[in-house]
């Protein structure tokens, strides 16, 4: 259960991590582990296994954006950044370095919560309605995509896939040649219950698909924008 989950908490603000703690504990949550430091967070993510990482990119031994890439390394638990830095440039980069979300300080704690709950319901196998039994694998000529083994083969070698953009892809796969609005699209894959929607999550994930599955994601012909409605994968014989 979501609330059986290993969470880390890394920021340089004590008071925020307090804050945090105190806001996750009243919600249920157990393991809750905090550090200030970069160096202190990976000695813990090697020694333990967490099923979500809150992160801050500014730390007083390394760039919050370092850390990430090398926690990213050592495991698939979605990771987010809580940070003051928010322009486009700093979200660009956070998710280039491996988080699957990126929340502004200030922040409202439940808005936390609510975004750790989606994210932690995905990977931790909540309860979510069934998806189609058959096929498992799903071939579509240039890559493969088995979702019993999270796997993604491109061009016959298996390609690196973070676990929302995987969740992205196999949302797709069970409903091909079909157009879903970005809404939803973060409804369906992000399962908020509090009914909160973040474009900008969406489109940075459907940019990091197109990165592993289309041969020049600048013009994509599996993952296709339908101007004014969406997106939807095409099966083959049906590109644009």
Same mark, same amino acid.
């Not at 920021?11 to 504990?25: C, F, S, Y």
């Not at 919050?64 to 928010?86: D, H, M, N, W, Y």
């Given at each position: 259960?979501?609330?059986?989950?290993?969470?880390?908490?890394?920021?340089?603000?004590?008071?925020?991590?307090?804050?945090?703690?105190?806001?996750?504990?009243?919600?249920?949550?157990?393991?809750?582990?905090?550090?200030?430091?970069?160096?202190?967070?990976?000695?813990?993510?090697?020694?333990?296994?967490?099923?979500?990482?809150?992160?801050?990119?500014?730390?007083?031994?390394?760039?919050?954006?370092?850390?990430?890439?090398?926690?990213?390394?050592?495991?698939?638990?979605?990771?987010?950044?809580?940070?003051?830095? !928010?322009?486009?440039?700093?979200?660009?980069?956070?998710?280039?370095?491996?988080?699957?979300?990126?929340?502004?300080?200030?922040?409202?704690?439940?808005?936390?919560?609510?975004?750790?709950?989606?994210?932690?319901?995905?990977?931790?196998?909540?309860?979510?309605?069934?998806?189609?039994?058959?096929?498992?694998?799903?071939?579509?000529?240039?890559?493969?995509?088995?979702?019993?083994a999270a796997e993604l083969i491109v061009g016959?070698?298996?390609?690196?896939?973070?676990?929302?953009?995987?969740?992205?892809l196999v949302f797709f796969c069970q409903h091909p040649n079909?157009?879903?609005?970005?809404?939803?699209?973060?409804?369906?894959?992000?399962?908020?219950?509090?009914?909160?929607?973040?474009?900008?999550?969406?489109?940075?994930?459907?940019?990091?698909?197109?990165?592993?599955?289309?041969?020049?994601?600048?013009?994509?012909?599996?993952?296709?924008?339908?101007?004014?409605?969406?997106?939807?994968?095409?099966?083959? !014989?049906?590109?644009?």
């Amino acid at each position: 259960m979501e609330k059986e989950a290993k969470i880390l908490l890394v920021d340089d603000e004590e008071a925020i991590l307090h804050m945090l703690k105190t806001v996750l504990q009243k919600e249920g949550f157990v393991y809750i582990d905090t550090c200030t430091r970069a160096e202190q967070a990976l000695r813990l993510v090697e020694e333990r296994r967490y099923d979500l990482l809150i992160l801050d990119v500014m730390l007083p031994d390394k760039n919050g954006f370092e850390l990430c890439s090398a926690v990213r390394q050592r495991t698939k638990a979605p990771i987010f950044f809580l940070t003051a830095k !928010g322009t486009d440039f700093d979200k660009l980069s956070g998710f280039a370095h491996g988080a699957d979300d990126y929340i502004t300080k200030p922040f409202h704690p439940l808005e936390v919560v609510a975004r750790m709950k989606a994210h932690l319901r995905r990977t931790m196998g909540m309860a979510a309605p069934a998806a189609p039994p058959e096929p498992k694998i799903y071939d579509f000529g240039r890559f493969q995509v088995n979702a019993d083994a999270a796997e993604l083969i491109v061009g016959g070698e298996q390609v690196d896939c973070p676990a929302q953009v995987f969740s992205l892809l196999v949302f797709f796969c069970q409903h091909p040649n079909r157009v879903f609005t970005k809404e939803q699209i973060y409804d369906h894959v992000w399962k908020d219950e509090y009914g909160l929607f973040d474009e900008n999550t969406v489109m940075v994930h459907i940019h990091k698909l197109r990165q592993r599955i289309e041969e020049n994601p600048g013009q994509p012909k599996y993952l296709l924008t339908v101007r004014g409605l969406g997106y939807k994968l095409v099966t083959p !014989g049906r590109q644009a």
